[in-house]
């Protein structure tokens, strides 16, 4: 056996090892959803005669179609409005030289920094009376999507500024050259280029944000009708572990299959954010 | 209606650069002018700041008889060819070649028919219209490039280099019909280049540009005759002219260490110091009988054989370098000695100290 051959039977050996390690929990809880309450199950465990029943009964007891409404309408519009202005603040900072833009694009940036572990408690007492309006925005699919408009656009604009930093300059020169505004090299020129980027931002906010539990758990859980399926997971959980882990575990898979079936379809946008290092945590 | 003219025309950057200094311009309807220089003399810059990619920090750019100078480069009426194309690569050809035209909402059948011209004009066959940039070779992107341009009828043509992508040859070919399309359709053209070959083929006029000054402008003949300074006369030609500096030494001769050059009676009115200019073509290996000034004594540093001609560089006492110039292909080994002369007429003499022209022998 050659030196190379080794070498690669290794580096598969190491491959594999790590990802058995990264796969072994997820593999768990599937098997155990695949299971019934009686089959009294412990550790990892192969379903001989795999049953979808917890599925179902997850789903009807958790209410989980409320939780995947609420996720999906918050995580759809904070992607959508994020991206739209992220290319908008991404473009302004990528290709123009304004007053004020060294000192302002920092100050985007600090959307990333903080987490929201620190600032959720400010954004508590914001919604519960919101200034100048004198509204109540808690318990409403407001408190959930603005901050998180507010994160991504953060990010968003980072990603964007990147991207058009990269398009050569001389392409929107030629287009103001050709007669385009300011708006017409955005939208005939760039953004038909950006649309990988584009949609890898999407990915990485729709992922981000349907699995955003925080500010739902403090800005939302007194109304059962916005909380999102990441939080109805967790409340579900607390009443049904100790009496059934299999549906537990069953609506465990059930709100990670979105963000699964957008990883298989849109994998290559997602691993190319990932290698970006452009993720937060 | 296309004249160009720079009025004190100044670009400095912020960190006090001055890109551009004080350029007086006037470039006539229809004129093909080049602006030829090395890296970082300007040349690119002033070319921005005619098409409005720049902002003039002082002086005015008029085109025609509109002072352009704040004015945004969509309504200068002028095309700008890029050194890298910039083609849109989401766009085909045809679309690429149409988009001035779409945004200016010229009628559909319209835009059609100019883009068919236009393609026909440039060699473009109709096969290729469909096409995106990035499934053409360099040289057809480059004529799209220059298809975007004139396919909107504009006041100037500006170009920045739009060859120096291309291989020797295309560049060779190109430059031709660059030449003739602009002939063609009669639009002043502002060409950018640090190649002289092309500065001197291509123009009707060039200006030869270092350190953001302009230092000569003229018809590629007089600039080659009749250079204005060291300067413009080591910049063009190839092989670059010798400069040697000398000083008065008696009667009508000056020197350079133990190289003595007899000047004869113009001598006389000349500094002190000058600078001795001696093109290739005026240095020949001796000959007895030969009407060259010499015989000189010179060691071999580099032997350039084309085929038809050979150039022999020289260094002679007092560490003066020459260029001979040989016809044919001549063997030489670096290191000896070679005598030659120089032709005297055609020598060129600048000023010791301000490096502008004197006379020309």
């Known amino acids: ?281 | 209606m296309g004249e160009i003219r720079l009025d004190a025309a100044t670009k400095v950057y912020a960190n006090g650069v001055r890109a551009v200094d004080s350029v007086e311009l006037t470039i006539a309807d229809g004129e093909f002018m080049v602006l030829v220089g090395p890296s970082g003399c300007g040349k690119s810059t002033l070319l921005r700041m005619i098409a409005g990619l720049e902002h003039v920090t002082e002086g005015r750019i008029l085109i025609g008889d509109t002072d352009v100078t704040s004015m945004q480069p969509r309504l200068r009426d002028i095309a700008m060819v890029f050194q890298d194309y910039a083609l849109y690569p989401q766009m085909t050809v045809r679309e690429n070649l149409g988009f001035a035209l779409k945004l200016r909402r010229v009628p559909k059948q319209q835009r059609e028919a100019r883009v068919v011209e236009v393609a026909k004009i440039l060699g473009l066959d109709e096969t290729l219209l469909d096409r995106k940039p990035g499934l053409l070779s360099g040289g057809q992107r480059q004529r799209v490039a220059m298809g975007r341009a004139v396919v909107r009828q504009p006041a100037a043509f500006l170009m920045d280099e739009p060859l120096s992508n291309l291989d020797a040859k295309l560049r060779a070919q190109t430059r031709g019909e660059i030449k003739r399309l602009q002939r063609t359709v009669n639009t002043t053209t502002v060409y950018v280049t640090h190649d002289q070959v092309e500065a001197m083929t291509m123009g009707d006029r060039i200006a030869v540009m270092s350190d953001g000054r302009i230092e000569q402008v003229g018809a590629p003949d007089t600039v080659y005759s009749r250079p204005a300074n060291t300067f413009v006369a080591a910049f063009i030609g190839s092989p670059a002219m010798a400069l040697v500096e000398m000083s008065r030494a008696e009667g009508d001769t000056f020197a350079r260490g133990g190289l003595r050059f007899p000047l004869g009676d113009i001598a006389a009115s000349l500094p002190e110091e000058i600078v001795v200019g001696v093109r290739p073509e005026l240095c020949r290996l001796w000959a007895d009988g030969a009407d060259l000034v010499g015989p000189f004594d010179g060691t071999i540093d580099y032997v350039e054989s084309l085929g038809r001609e050979t150039f022999i560089g020289v260094t002679v006492e007092g560490d003066a370098g020459f260029v001979i110039e040989a016809e044919g292909s001549l063997r030489a080994t670096i290191g000896e000695t070679v005598s030659f002369g120089v032709a005297r007429r055609g020598i060129h003499l600048f000023d010791g100290g301000t490096r502008a022209a004197i006379a020309t022998l």
Do not use: C
């Not at chain 1, 050659?2 to 990264?22: M, N």
């Not at chain 1, 900072?93 to 302002?104: A, C, E, N, V």
């Not at chain 1, 287009?175 to 649309?195: H, K, N, Y």
């Open chain 1, 1 to 281: 056996m050659t030196a190379g051959r080794l070498e690669r039977i290794g580096s598969y050996g190491v491959l594999a090892a790590f990802a058995f390690l990264a796969i072994y929990p997820i593999l768990s809880i599937l098997f155990l959803a695949l299971h019934t309450k009686t089959d009294l199950v412990t550790g990892f465990a192969f379903p001989l005669h795999p049953d979808l029943s917890s599925f179902k009964a997850a789903w009807t007891e958790g209410h989980f179609a409320t939780g995947f409404k609420s996720s999906f309408i918050v995580a759809a519009t904070v992607t959508a409005v994020s991206a739209v202005l992220s290319i908008g603040t991404g473009y302004a900072f990528g290709t123009m030289r304004f007053f004020g833009d060294s000192i302002l694009f920092p100050i985007f940036l600090l959307g990333i920094i903080f987490p929201y572990e620190a600032t959720v408690i400010p954004l508590y007492y914001d919604f519960q009376d919101v200034p100048l309006l004198h509204i109540n925005l808690l318990n409403t699919y407001w408190a959930l999507i603005l901050p998180q408009i507010g994160q991504s656009v953060a990010f968003g604009t980072f990603w964007m500024r990147a991207f058009f930093r990269s398009v050569p300059p001389s392409l929107v020169e030629a287009a103001r050259i050709d007669g385009a505004s300011s708006f017409g090299v955005l939208w005939r020129v760039l953004v038909p280029q950006a649309r990988p980027a584009v949609m890898t931002l999407s990915v990485l906010v729709f992922v981000y944000t349907w699995n955003e539990f925080l500010l739902a758990l403090v800005l939302v859980s007194g109304s059962e009708s916005h909380q999102t399926a990441p939080l109805g997971l967790s409340f579900f959980a607390g009443a049904a572990r100790a009496g059934d882990p299999t549906k537990v575990a069953a609506a465990a898979v059930l709100v990670a299959m979105p963000i699964v079936f957008v990883y298989l379809f849109l994998q290559r946008h997602f691993v190319r954010g990932m290698l970006a290092g452009a993720l937060k945590e």
